[in-house]
């Protein structure tokens, strides 16, 4: 090797043991082999030496570019390692043994009141019932003695499916199944029917603070020999003070249902603004919580049950309002907002 080319090496090799990140290590790959750099400097001397010289030389230089072009990818590879290793410093203690520190998250307002109602029933016997939310017209309407252009089904419009089924506008759609269902048990073991049957509603409302289109009843029903308002009253009272655990102000006034005979809406006093009125209760003080009655007696009897023999009361509990009443929701519309800040408010640690 030429004392040129020995020296350049050198020269080269110390300024590598310098090198401390990629920008200075790209700066002496330009010094060096860059178009300008003493390496390939270093073949324009060729000009000036015999052809058997520039052989020998061409070469030396060749096996010096491709040594530095080796010792500069080494290098780059030893900073990338590095840089590694300090960022894996600098991350923190990683144990995987370790539990998440996630926030668990909370039930919604509705599930809780939903459960705690399902609790009270099922303390006094009552069997909790699932239905299906897309129903028939026969369930939801004429089952409940509500024919074809009857004027009550105006209150209840709803969402109407190609084929002709629809979503359920209130609970009472399942009513016609829940006598089928138990009726046997009721006419030959003198069971009486006892069940809750929560479950999500739709109609086409025009939404306010109190009103949704898409809302949550819990309808219940009893049917047995002798079953009178008393009863229908005795369930209602427990049901609200078990809920409340405290004393709720009701009132009973008379409501109109074609499935009920007589028919009741049970108000309860607004607990929001304690019943000087706002609008979660349209400014009257009360809301409409729970309309009930002595199921009318066409109805038992297209549920396979003779009303001459059985009477029963069925109510229809609006547990999105009650959720409301219970955790001081003012606008019913926060309860399917889906904003998970707003609802852990009401619900937290609970
Ligand atoms: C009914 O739906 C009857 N099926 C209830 C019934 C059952 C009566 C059994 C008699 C016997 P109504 O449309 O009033 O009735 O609704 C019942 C309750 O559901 C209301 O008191 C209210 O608390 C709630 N509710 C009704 N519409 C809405 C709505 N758009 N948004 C929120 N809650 C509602």
């Given at each position: 090797m030429s004392a040129k080319t020995s020296e350049i090496k050198l020269k080269f090799l110390e300024a590598l043991q310098t090198i401390s990140n990629a920008e200075e290590l790209e700066k002496i790959r330009v010094e060096y082999i860059?178009?300008?750099?003493y390496v390939t400097e270093l073949?324009?001397?060729?000009?000036?030496?015999s052809n058997e010289e520039k052989k020998t030389f061409g070469q030396e230089v060749n096996i010096l570019k491709n040594e530095v072009n080796d010792k500069i990818s080494e290098k780059r590879e030893e900073l990338r390692l590095k840089e590694i290793e300090l960022e894996n410093s600098r991350m923190p203690e990683f144990d995987i043994s370790m539990p998440p520190k996630l926030k668990r998250g909370s039930y919604h307002p509705i599930t809780l009141v939903q459960r705690q109602c399902e609790e009270v029933f099922r303390s006094m016997g009552f069997a909790i019932e699932d239905y299906s939310e897309i129903v028939t017209d026969y369930e939801c309407f004429e089952a409940l003695n509500?024919?074809?252009?009857?004027?009550?089904r105006d209150m209840q419009d709803t969402y109407y499916l190609?084929?002709?089924?629809?979503?359920?506008?209130?609970?009472?759609?399942a009513q016609n199944a829940i006598y089928k269902k138990y009726k046997d048990a009721l006419i030959n073991d003198g069971k009486p029917i006892k069940a809750i049957f929560p479950g999500r509603c739709f109609r086409n409302e025009a939404t306010d603070a109190c009103h949704e289109n898409t809302f949550f009843q819990m309808e219940g029903v009893m049917v047995d020999k002798n079953i009178s308002i008393s009863n229908l009253i005795f369930f209602m009272k427990t049901m609200l003070s078990e809920v409340f655990q405290k004393d709720i102000k009701v009132r009973l006034r008379p409501g109109f249902f074609?499935?009920?005979?007589?028919g009741f809406e049970l108000d309860i006093s607004c607990l929001i603004c304690g019943g000087d009125g706002c609008p979660s209760c349209k400014h009257s003080g009360w809301l409409e919580l729970c309309p009930c009655g002595m199921i009318h007696p066409e109805v038992l009897r297209m549920g396979g049950i003779d009303p001459e023999e059985y009477t029963g009361f069925a109510f229809g509990l609006g547990l999105t309002r009650l959720a409301m009443m219970k955790y001081g929701?003012?606008?019913?519309r926060d309860l399917n907002s889906g904003s998970l800040k707003n609802l852990a408010q009401f619900t937290d640690d609970k």
């Amino acid at each position: 090797m030429s004392a040129k080319t020995s020296e350049i090496k050198l020269k080269f090799l110390e300024a590598l043991q310098t090198i401390s990140n990629a920008e200075e290590l790209e700066k002496i790959r330009v010094e060096y082999i860059g178009k300008k750099g003493y390496v390939t400097e270093l073949l324009k001397e060729m000009k000036n030496l015999s052809n058997e010289e520039k052989k020998t030389f061409g070469q030396e230089v060749n096996i010096l570019k491709n040594e530095v072009n080796d010792k500069i990818s080494e290098k780059r590879e030893e900073l990338r390692l590095k840089e590694i290793e300090l960022e894996n410093s600098r991350m923190p203690e990683f144990d995987i043994s370790m539990p998440p520190k996630l926030k668990r998250g909370s039930y919604h307002p509705i599930t809780l009141v939903q459960r705690q109602c399902e609790e009270v029933f099922r303390s006094m016997g009552f069997a909790i019932e699932d239905y299906s939310e897309i129903v028939t017209d026969y369930e939801c309407f004429e089952a409940l003695n509500i024919p074809k252009n009857h004027p009550a089904r105006d209150m209840q419009d709803t969402y109407y499916l190609e084929n002709g089924q629809l979503l359920k506008s209130h609970t009472s759609a399942a009513q016609n199944a829940i006598y089928k269902k138990y009726k046997d048990a009721l006419i030959n073991d003198g069971k009486p029917i006892k069940a809750i049957f929560p479950g999500r509603c739709f109609r086409n409302e025009a939404t306010d603070a109190c009103h949704e289109n898409t809302f949550f009843q819990m309808e219940g029903v009893m049917v047995d020999k002798n079953i009178s308002i008393s009863n229908l009253i005795f369930f209602m009272k427990t049901m609200l003070s078990e809920v409340f655990q405290k004393d709720i102000k009701v009132r009973l006034r008379p409501g109109f249902f074609p499935f009920v005979e007589p028919g009741f809406e049970l108000d309860i006093s607004c607990l929001i603004c304690g019943g000087d009125g706002c609008p979660s209760c349209k400014h009257s003080g009360w809301l409409e919580l729970c309309p009930c009655g002595m199921i009318h007696p066409e109805v038992l009897r297209m549920g396979g049950i003779d009303p001459e023999e059985y009477t029963g009361f069925a109510f229809g509990l609006g547990l999105t309002r009650l959720a409301m009443m219970k955790y001081g929701v003012k606008d019913i519309r926060d309860l399917n907002s889906g904003s998970l800040k707003n609802l852990a408010q009401f619900t937290d640690d609970k």
